[in-house]
């Protein structure tokens, strides 16, 4: 026997059906606008430098993002971040030693660094979400150095090491003092000065997404 929905069940399906599909486009929104301010940001830290390099504002709507959205919503804005770094030249010095190291070291490390934040967030939220903050907000720029770092030695080892003794310092020296040093504090102490207003808002973003925020 064929049992065809009544009038109510009907109603009930399209109101999930319509709840569904405004949550989607509420997220979608949101990953609009952070990928916006993430662009914004990166265009604007390339006016404040220490050292050599522009400093990174974007990292913290990339935690939010990752906290908000989920590890995959992180992972695109840092590779937002990156796509931005290489379009405003800003990783032209390392592009003309090595093309295609660069282009994979930027776009990886934000790529990684959000999407690990946003992953640590999810594990550690369920026992303490500000734990989980202060530690995600900690993580991506620990992350987004380290791969840095790591693309220094395996596609620049050669031009680095060039400038390095012509400044009469050691490779290894010359990458953590003149390349990542004031940089990775400036960045590290941002990200967590600011992870009490990522949690508000997150509130925020929850209550929009029609989500209860979590009480640690």
Same mark, same amino acid.
Do not use: H
């Given at each position: ?5 009544? #009038?109510? @069940? ?42 050599? *390099? ?26 937002? *971040? ?51 903050? *202060? ?23 050669? #031009? ?26 400036? @960045? ?21 997404? #029609? ?6």
């Amino acid at each position: 026997m064929i049992r065809f929905p009544s #009038g109510t @069940e009907r109603k009930g399906f399209g109101m999930n059906q319509n709840t569904k599909t405004l949550k989607k486009v509420q997220k979608l929104t949101l990953i609009a606008l952070l990928t916006a301010l993430v662009v914004i940001l990166q265009i604007l830290g390339g006016f404040i430098r220490i050292g050599t *390099f522009s400093v990174s504002l974007v990292l913290v709507p990339i935690v939010l993002g990752a906290a908000l959205l989920g590890p995959w919503a992180g992972g695109w804005l840092g590779l937002v *971040f990156g796509a931005v770094v290489l379009i405003s030249g800003d990783a032209a010095w390392f592009m003309g030693m090595n093309l295609p190291g660069t282009v994979i070291t930027v776009l990886l490390k934000g790529t990684v660094a959000g999407f690990v934040s946003g992953a640590v967030y999810r594990l550690i939220e369920k026992k303490n979400r500000t734990a989980a903050m *202060f530690t995600s907000a900690a993580l991506c720029p620990i992350i987004n150095t380290a791969l840095f770092f790591c693309g220094c030695y395996l596609f620049f080892f050669e #031009g680095l090491t060039s400038a390095a003794a012509s400044g009469g310092q050691t490779l290894l020296a010359y990458i953590i003092i003149v390349l990542i040093g004031g940089n990775f504090i400036f @960045e590290l102490v941002f990200n967590l000065v600011l992870a009490p207003v990522i949690l508000r808002l997150i509130d925020v973003g929850k209550k929009m997404l #029609g989500q209860v925020p979590k009480n640690d």
